[in-house]
């Protein structure tokens, strides 16, 4: 009988067991996951799970009725602890072992650790169980020092400012959202946690961490009953190099999100994979609808197919009422043009030098840019060179410029 194993049960696990049914497998699935939990959504642990009143709930992206409909064999809590390609087997914590005809590793990433003495005393977050902690922590008065000044630490920062707390945000950069964020739109966010009472300190060292306190490279101490460490993740490729699997900033996959091993896929924030917009360029994308992208492609291929991954990415995050939109490739744009809606909002158009849009950034309140990074990521996928002026003025509108 044919089998697949799925390792990891985050996004890209949840979305790859619906397609896999979606696309007429009838056969049997396994999902692997280390959490004593159906697979949930990740993006409100820095947000609504630690901000609302009432006490949070995973969102699941499958419970037990959708898991039952689907005939997924979730094993929660059995994590998988070795794979033998040659043999096709998956060794688990329990001592037991599951074979697979085709395997989808999906294992995720892991907050990145800082090379600073104490750093154990900083807290991460990573799972609903850190959220949890996280809340409790957060009390009116408190001293909330965050270390890391891109997407996660900055929610954090915003939700611990929500609850009253006294929050001091630690960027070792010059700026905040250094990656992958255009200045004038780091400088909207910026000055948007001040407004909230928050202390950003930017280009800032770090000496130490102590039980209560961060100690800085200049020497002044920064009292906190809190410490977090939100420098970024790491992709987890722990299980996918001790198989022999090629590892290259996350584990190598090809265009079609297969890696180095016969009948071994992998999809998420832990694969890294050659984009074909890009001349093949390697590139490993954190984010949540990247995630459900990339498992649509490998369950295609996995299936017999033959599909390259050629989706533009598209991100976003909330920043209190403020919501920041990304779509595409914005450092592949050497050419910005800026349209400004109105004084609250503002988008950003990156244009190759041959003039075709390479990426979109907006920020707003609430999704009052959705609407035309949406448009912009459709003119990104079909290569379009837009006219600036049309982009740059407010009142035309930028449907028109979507060719078939």
């Given amino acids: 009988m044919n089998s697949i194993v799925i390792i990891g049960a985050g996004m890209a696990g949840a979305r790859a067991c619906i397609n896999l049914r979606a696309n007429g497998y009838t056969e049997a699935i396994t999902l692997l996951g280390d959490e004593y939990l159906l697979p949930y959504d990740r993006p409100p642990l820095s947000k609504a799970s630690i901000t609302q009143e009432d006490e949070p709930q995973p969102v699941w992206l499958m419970d037990e009725t959708i898991a039952r409909e689907l005939k997924v064999d979730v094993r929660k809590g059995i994590a998988a602890t070795g794979i033998d390609p040659r ?13 697979y005809d085709k395997l989808l590793i999906a294992t995720g990433a892991k907050p990145r650790t800082l090379p600073i003495p104490g750093i154990e005393h ?35 920062a915003s939700s611990a400012a929500k609850r009253g707390c006294h929050v001091t945000l ?3 950069q010059p700026r905040i959202l250094m990656r992958g964020v255009p200045e004038a739109i780091a400088a909207i966010v910026h000055a948007r946690h001040e407004k909230a009472g928050v202390t950003v300190l930017t280009g800032v060292g770090l000496s130490h961490l102590s039980q209560d306190a961060v100690h800085l490279a200049d020497g002044r101490v920064l009292p906190a009953d809190t410490i977090i460490s ?53 590139i490993r994308l954190e984010a949540w609808r990247s995630a459900q992208d990339q498992a649509a492609t490998a369950v295609e291929n ?9 989706t533009v990415p598209w991100f976003w995050s909330d920043q209190y009422e403020l919501g920041l939109q990304i779509a595409g490739f914005a450092e592949m744009g050497p050419v910005t043009v800026a349209r400004k809606p109105n004084e609250d909002t503002l988008i950003l158009f990156h244009l190759a030098e041959d003039g075709t849009l390479a990426g979109a950034s907006g920020i707003g309140p609430g999704n009052a840019i959705a609407r035309d990074i949406k448009l912009a990521e459709m003119m990104i996928a079909k290569g379009i060179k837009p006219p600036a002026d049309v982009l740059a003025d407010p009142g035309q509108q930028l449907r028109p410029l979507i060719k078939g």
Avoid: W
């Fill in 170 to 172: 630690i960027e070792a």
């Fill in 230 to 282: 939100g420098v970024g993740a790491v992709p987890e490729t722990t299980l996918a190099a001790s198989a022999g699997l090629a590892i290259d900033n996350g584990i190598a996959c090809d265009q079609h999100m297969r890696t180095s091993a016969p009948d071994i896929y992998a999809a998420g924030d832990c694969a890294s994979f050659l984009h074909a917009r890009l001349a093949n360029r390697r």
């Fill in 87 to 99: 043999e096709k087997v998956v060794a688990l914590s329990d001592g037991s072992s599951v074979s």
């Fill in 302 to 310: 996995m299936l017999g197919g033959a599909k390259e991954h050629i």
């Fill in 122 to 156: 900083a807290l991460t977050l990573r799972n609903h169980e850190d959220s949890l902690a996280l809340r409790q922590r957060f009390v009116a008065g408190r001293n909330i020092v965050v270390i890391g000044g891109g997407f996660i630490g900055l929610e954090l």
